[in-house]
C-alpha cells in the first residue's frame, strides 16, 4: 500500500512540471510594425495616458548618449518643441509604436524634434541592430546605459514627454500610443 501511495504521488508530482518561458514578442512585434501591421484601418486608436501634473516643470539635466556615442543633455535641443520617448528593445509596446513615431518626425520636419532614448542596459549592443532593421526614416539611436530617465522620471516604458521650446513639460503620455492618430496630432499641437 506505501509502494503503491508513493508511485501515485510521484505520478501526480511529474504532471506539475514548470513551462518554458514563452518568448519576448518583441521580434515578433518589430517584424509586424516594420511591415505595417499597425496601420490597420479597422483597428481603434492606441491612446495612453495623458499626464498633466508635471506641466511647466524643467527638463532634467541627465547626460545621455548621442547616435555618435558622445555626451549629451536635453539642453542641446531647446529652441524648438522636443518630443522625448523613453523604450527599450524589451518592451514590445514600445517597439509597436516606434514606425508611428517615425512617421510623426517626418511629418513634423522642423517644427518638432522627436528623439527616442534607449532605456537599455545593453545600450548599443541591443539598440544599433534594432534601427538597422527596422531602417527608420528620421528617428536616430539615442542611449541611456544608466536609464537615467526611466528611474530618474519613476516611469515605465514606454513614456513620452513633450516639453515646449524653452524646455518645459507640457505633458508625458505613459503607455503605447498611435502617434499616427487624431489624438496625438491634438496632444503634440499643444506645444505651440
Known amino acids: 500500500m506505501i509502494a503503491l501511495l508513493l508511485i501515485t504521488g510521484l505520478g501526480i508530482a511529474g504532471c506539475d512540471k514548470p513551462k518554458a518561458p514563452e518568448p519576448q514578442a518583441t521580434a515578433t512585434v518589430a517584424a509586424d510594425s516594420a511591415a505595417g501591421a499597425d496601420e490597420a484601418s479597422d483597428a481603434p486608436e492606441r491612446i495612453g495616458t495623458l499626464d498633466r501634473t508635471h506641466k511647466g516643470e524643467a527638463a532634467p539635466d541627465f547626460a545621455f548618449l548621442d547616435p555618435a556615442g558622445k555626451p549629451v543633455t536635453l539642453a542641446a535641443f531647446r529652441g524648438k518643441p522636443l518630443l522625448l520617448n523613453l523604450w527599450a528593445t524589451w518592451c514590445a509596446p514600445c517597439v509597436r509604436e516606434m514606425p508611428t513615431l517615425d512617421r510623426l518626425a517626418v511629418r513634423e520636419g522642423e517644427k518638432l524634434q522627436v528623439l527616442v532614448v ?9 539598440v544599433t541592430p534594432f534601427f538597422a532593421k527596422a531602417k527608420f526614416a528620421a528617428l536616430q539611436p539615442y542611449l541611456d546605459p544608466d536609464v537615467q530617465f526611466s528611474t530618474g522620471y519613476g516611469v515605465n516604458l514606454p513614456t513620452t514627454i513633450l516639453y515646449d521650446a524653452q524646455g518645459r513639460e507640457v505633458w508625458r503620455v505613459s503607455g503605447d500610443m498611435d502617434w499616427d492618430g487624431e489624438t496625438a496630432a491634438k496632444w503634440v499641437a499643444e506645444a505651440g
Open 118 to 126: 534607449s532605456q537599455d542596459l545593453e545600450g548599443a549592443e541591443k
